[in-house]
Structure formats: C-alpha cells, structure tokens
C-alpha cells in the first residue's frame, strides 16, 4: 500500500519574477482532446476521431493585487507572458520528495481583481491563455506542446514530428 505524493511546497515566477509568498494558488492547464464522433457502413459502434487539443488555459490567484500582471495584460503576442511554476510533492510514507516544474507561455485573457473590503485580504485572480506548456517531473520530460510550431510530445514520442516532415515544416 502507498500514499500519494502530495504537493507541499511551490514557487511561483511571471516573466522572471518570483512570487513566493504572493501566489497562492495556481491551476495548470487540463489537457482535452477535440474529438468528433464517427460511424459508418458496417460499425458496429462509433468511434471518436482525435482532432487534436482543445485550447489550453492556466489561472493563479493571489492574496493581493499583481501590479506587474496588470501591467502586462496588454501584451499583444501569444506568447508574450512567461510562466513557470516549480513544486515539491511529498510521499507520506516514504518521504520522498518528487520535483516538478511547469514551463507556460501565454497572454493574459481574464484579469479579476476581486472584491475590496476593509480589513479583510482580497483575492486576485488571473487566467491566461496559453501557446506552450512543458511539464517536467524529477528531470524527465512528461509532455510538451507548442501549438504555433506543431510540437506535441507525451513520454519522449513526438506525435507531430511526421506531420511537420509531411508538411515541410
């Protein structure tokens, strides 16, 4: 019997900037596949046909207002804000410690600055749209995806890599 490994400490960093301490919460991307259902002559029972990835989006949230964040919400380019997110996830019983690091790049599509209340911490939220993801575990590349350059790796194997030869590209 095992325990999972549970994350117990991370970093947060925007455009090189840390924000340890700020950064409370951070929701990486889900990763969705576009699928189209199909049945022809003869099926016994549809098939889903794979048209790649859905859109893929990460959000943060602070206990505080982002001034740097707000400031570049403005960027015009797909990948104008870098993003990087680094943890330690703990097994219970084991003590293991297992590293993480998540490489995003983006632009800012929501910025929600919560509510102001005397007295009391706001919450300010922030999602943004992203072009590229890379997650990384202990040193080993998980997955990659670079939607512009038509890169899609999952455990080393590169599932565009004939497409783009195909292409030309």
């Known amino acids: 019997m095992g325990m999972p490994s549970v994350l117990k400490h991370f970093a947060t960093f925007i455009d090189g900037t840390s924000y340890v301490g700020e950064v409370q919460e951070i929701t990486p991307p889900k990763l969705t596949r576009k699928m189209e ?3 022809a002559g003869g099926m016994r029972a549809p098939v889903d046909i794979d ?8 959000e943060i949230t602070s ?8 400031k570049q919400f403005g960027k015009s380019t797909v990948d104008g804000v870098p993003l990087r997110f680094t943890g330690a996830a703990q097994r219970d019983d084991t003590g293991e410690y297992m590293a993480i690091e998540i490489f995003m790049r983006g632009r800012w599509q929501e910025i929600d600055p ?3 209340k005397s007295g009391d911490a706001s919450e300010f939220k922030a ?5 590229y993801y890379r997650l990384v575990i202990d040193g080993e590349d998980i997955c990659e995806i670079d939607a512009i350059n038509m890169i899609e790796k999952f455990g080393g194997t590169d599932l565009l890599e004939k497409v783009r030869s195909i292409l030309g590209v």
């Open 127 to 131: 999602k943004m749209t992203l072009n």
């Open 37 to 39: 259902e199909f049945r």
């Open 51 to 58: 048209h790649g990835m859905e859109k893929l989006e990460a």
């Open 63 to 70: 206990g505080g207002w982002l001034k740097d964040v707000l």
């Open 114 to 116: 919560g509510a102001g």
